[in-house]
């Protein structure tokens, strides 16, 4: 059986879309079957990210309303054949999704995968709750700025609530990642520095991407970064990020930072 | 004409929790009546002054069945002060009140009548005993309510009954409240309320001070009103009159 992952994070724009994509083409890099998810319906743009837009024919909620066969509506990558995508309906809204029907697709996606990343919405609604409903692990991704912290922090309180996992009393896995961190304004003070963001979310740090053109530059493309431009600083910290989730250790590295501090993150529990 | 009023003093109205009995029947409604019958036969003067809430939640009955029902059950002496989980239609005048908002409790322990009582008013009294000891008891141990995780933006506890400790930090936007003191071992940056019900010896404990309110017994201080020179330590806040003291803890 595969892990389902859910990428979430509250607030929107925080990257959530671009993170579940490189994630995915990453750990597809690893001969894994990955299959991403777009939980976004009505608003969908992973099918964009991931250059697929032009080959949606059947979508989640087709396939929830059984329309379409869950194999109809999958779409390979055409880089990575380890690599799928779910496309989100962008005709409908969230109020098609039911917790009977994402419940039967991800049981049925979790036979053939490796990994199941859903690419939640942003929000606390019902979209967002439902993409995180059946997942094993959670992915929050986060800005170093006070109010994607703390929309982040809501987040992790409803994925240790409103989960099926949380619901049976079992702890819910979740990670921190983040994302568009710029080591100099940090230091400047005018982003909060990766201390202060761990020390009020409390949870595991997954990893550190740092700021970068080629990231917009590969969404513009149609590409997860981690497939365009896979020596990119951005790429490697991906990289890096889906050998944690896979369980290997990597000790994390702030981006951009010098030496002294280097040895004192050493010693950090990352994931 | 219009009325003056002579007095300037102006009503005041609190609010104030107290222990209900629920009773939830189900159906067929004679059956239920019948296991109550022999309940209260099992232990005499049980409903006897206690207050008494019917929840109907689920309970597909009409209005002229549920006021049957409370006739029923006021035959029986168990006197309803209100109804918990009826539509708004189901209830008419003459009727108890719609209650909502009730929070669970434990379960009410029904006491059998011993076995060599032979009158009913004895039984009465031996059903009521136990209760009377259990009261000292219940007042010696102070409840308390221990949290283990960090409360997270958007998430409120709420604990009238005694103290609350958090192993953890309270997120901004977050909320605790406490009928006692509350006890933080991590930063607060959210609110905290002691003495909710009227504890003016609540006090509030945190190792680093952040937070956007704090409150004790109804009297509350704002972050900006806070003494700047406080943020960031390890505090303790106190009542003193109806002023918020704090101290710097070591």
């Not at chain 2, 958007?154 to 977050?174: K, N």
């Not at chain 2, 019900?197 to 006090?203: F, K, L």
Request: with cysteine; charged share 25%.
């Amino acid at each position: 059986m595969g892990k389902v992952i859910v990428v979430t994070s509250g607030k929107g724009g925080v990257g959530k879309t671009t993170s579940t994509a490189a994630l995915g083409a990453a750990l597809a890099q690893r001969n894994e079957k990955v299959a991403v998810v777009d939980f976004d319906v009505g608003l969908r743009n992973l099918d964009l990210v991931m250059g697929a837009e032009r080959r949606v024919v059947y979508d989640l909620v087709n396939v929830i309303n059984g329309d379409a066969k869950l194999p109809q509506a999958l779409i390979r990558d055409k880089r990575l054949d380890t690599l799928f995508l779910l496309p989100a309906s962008q005709t409908r809204d969230k109020d098609a999704l039911t917790e009977e029907g994402v419940e039967r697709v991800i049981g049925e996606l979790k036979k053939y995968f490796d990994w199941v990343i859903c690419d939640s919405p942003a929000g606390i609604e019902k979209g967002a709750t439902l993409a995180m409903r059946h997942a094993d692990v959670a992915v929050v991704v986060t800005n170093p700025e006070v109010s994607s912290v703390r929309d982040s922090d809501r987040i992790i309180g409803m994925l240790d609530s409103k989960t099926l996992k949380a619901e049976n009393g079992e702890r819910m896995e979740k990670h921190l990642l983040l994302t568009r961190y710029d080591s100099n304004r940090a230091e400047r003070g005018d982003m909060l520095k990766v201390d202060d963001v761990l020390e009020i979310l409390s949870i595991p740090l997954l990893g550190i991407i740092p700021e970068s053109m080629d990231v917009l530059k590969a969404s513009n493309l149609g590409a997860p970064v981690t497939l365009s431009d896979a020596r990119s600083a951005p790429s490697q910290a991906y990289f890096e990020a889906a050998r944690r989730l896979a369980g290997e250790v990597v000790p994390v590295t702030v981006p951009g930072e010098k030496r002294g501090i280097f040895g004192k993150l050493f010693g950090r529990k990352a994931a | 004409m219009t009325k003056v009023l002579t007095d300037a003093r102006s009503i005041r109205i609190k609010g104030r929790s107290f222990l209900a009995v629920v009773l939830s029947p189900d159906l067929p409604l004679d059956q239920w009546l019948e296991r109550l019958d022999d309940l209260a036969a099992r232990s005499a003067g049980f409903f006897l002054d206690r207050p008494v809430v019917l929840d109907v939640s689920d309970l597909p009955i009409k209005k002229a069945e549920l006021k049957q029902l409370i006739d029923d059950l006021a035959e029986r002496n168990v006197r309803i002060m209100g109804v918990e989980g009826a539509r708004p239609s189901m209830l008419g005048p003459g009727m108890p009140p719609a209650m909502k908002g009730g929070k669970p409790a434990s379960d009410v322990e029904v006491t059998a009548r011993e076995p060599d009582a032979e009158s009913e008013a004895e039984a009465e009294v031996a059903a009521q005993a136990p209760q009377r000891q259990e009261a000292p008891q219940v007042r010696a141990i102070p409840q308390s309510l221990v949290i283990d995780e960090p409360v997270r933006s958007g998430q409120s506890i709420i604990f009238p009954e005694g103290d609350i400790t958090i192993v953890g930090s309270v997120a901004s936007g977050a909320e605790v409240i406490a009928g006692g003191s509350i006890h933080i071992y991590g930063t607060l940056r959210g609110r905290a309320m002691a003495g909710s019900i009227g504890n003016t010896n609540a006090r509030i404990f945190c190792r680093r001070l952040e937070a956007e309110l704090i409150a004790i017994d109804g009297i509350y201080k704002m972050a900006e009103d806070m003494d700047s020179s406080l943020r960031g330590h390890a505090v303790q806040l106190s009542l003193e009159g109806d002023t918020i003291m704090a101290d710097i803890l070591f």
